[in-house]
């Protein structure tokens, strides 16, 4: 059964530091092309870790 929340970065504050991607449990954050985070909401559990561990505070959790 899928999560009822899913993680969005807003690309425009990510600063592509890649820490949501090292606390991920799932591996379901890349950074794309060095310039920005991307969440893959297939894979996304919605724990949101992530965001609580972003710097800049550009993740949100979002319902499904």
Same mark, same amino acid.
């Given at each position: 059964?899928?999560?009822?929340?899913?993680?969005?970065?807003?690309?425009?504050?990510?600063?592509?530091?890649?820490?949501?991607?090292?606390?991920?449990?799932?591996?379901?954050?890349?950074? @794309?092309?060095?310039?920005?985070?991307? @969440?893959?909401?297939? @894979?996304?559990?919605?724990?949101?870790?992530?965001?609580?561990?972003?710097?800049?505070?550009?993740?949100?959790?979002?319902?499904?």
């Amino acid at each position: 059964m899928a999560s009822k929340r899913y993680a969005r970065v807003g690309r425009d504050n990510c600063v592509s530091c890649g820490t949501c991607k090292k606390v991920c449990p799932k591996q379901a954050v890349r950074i @794309v092309r060095g310039c920005y985070a991307q @969440v893959d909401p297939a @894979v996304c559990v919605g724990c949101g870790k992530c965001g609580r561990a972003c710097p800049t505070g550009c993740i949100q959790l979002l319902d499904r």
